[in-house]
């Protein structure tokens, strides 16, 4: 079946440290996005990509970095630069246009130690 | 549409009971309007959708919502909740650079 894969589905990080969030997506999508979703905030978007090798900030950018190697693959990093990094993630993916077919991961849950 | 904004962050209403969710949308071009819901530990799943035509869009599980031009509204209804509609309802819309904003959402409670 094809779909969007996060991981891991809860993750803790140490101060100062960074990790790493996986989306994975076998449906061809060109283009990927990363949601972060806070209580009472909604969705905000992190970075996005529309084609391999090109991504753009979002609204909130800041402390987080991205990569698009593949079309497959779009992993997000928390680094010690976000000092709020508790929340949900959300990574979503959709063919480049086609605004209804958007699908979205299960979520990733960060927490701080 | 560039941006859309609920005002409603939480809503608790009895079974049987009519909903009315409010969604706005700053305008910005292209017309794209969409309806999330997000169940507890569950996934997003759209609920309904709008690019143009028939402003009275009907969804699943008994939702609806209407596009009203003049007020730039595009509210979200259920004639008759559910407990199981308990979750929460995103409004959102992809502005002109194709990234889709959401709303804050509204947390729905529905008492039986």
């Known amino acids: 079946d094809g779909g969007i894969t996060q991981s891991p589905k809860y993750l803790f990080r140490k101060e100062g440290q960074n990790v790493t969030l996986s989306c994975e997506q076998n449906l061809n999508h060109d283009a990927m996005y990363w949601y972060r979703q806070d209580p009472g905030q909604g969705l905000r978007l992190i970075y996005y990509s529309q084609i391999v090798n090109d991504f753009q900030k979002g609204d909130i950018a800041e402390g987080y970095s991205v990569s698009r190697e593949k079309k497959e693959s779009f992993p997000l990093t928390v680094t010690s630069a976000q000092k709020n990094p508790t929340a949900f993630y959300l990574c979503a993916s959709s063919v480049q246009g086609a605004f209804e077919k958007l699908f979205f991961g299960s979520g990733t849950q960060l927490s701080v130690l | 549409a560039q941006s859309v904004s609920q005002h409603n962050h939480h809503v608790i209403l009895s079974e049987a009971a009519s909903l009315e969710l409010g969604c706005n949308y700053s305008?910005?071009?292209?017309?794209?309007l969409f309806w999330y819901v997000q169940y507890p530990g569950q996934h997003l799943q759209l609920l309904l959708k709008?690019?143009?035509?028939?402003?009275l869009v009907k969804g699943i599980k008994g939702f609806e919502a209407e596009f009203i031009k003049s007020k730039f509204s595009f509210n979200l209804r259920k004639p008759s909740v559910q407990w199981s509609d308990t979750a929460e309802y995103f409004c959102?819309?992809?502005?002109?650079?194709?990234?889709?904003?959401f709303g804050a959402g509204t947390q729905v409670v529905v008492t039986p």
């Open positions: 305008y910005g071009g292209t017309v794209n």
């Open positions: 959102a819309t992809f502005d002109s650079w194709g990234k889709l904003q």
């Open positions: 709008y690019f143009s035509g028939d402003p």
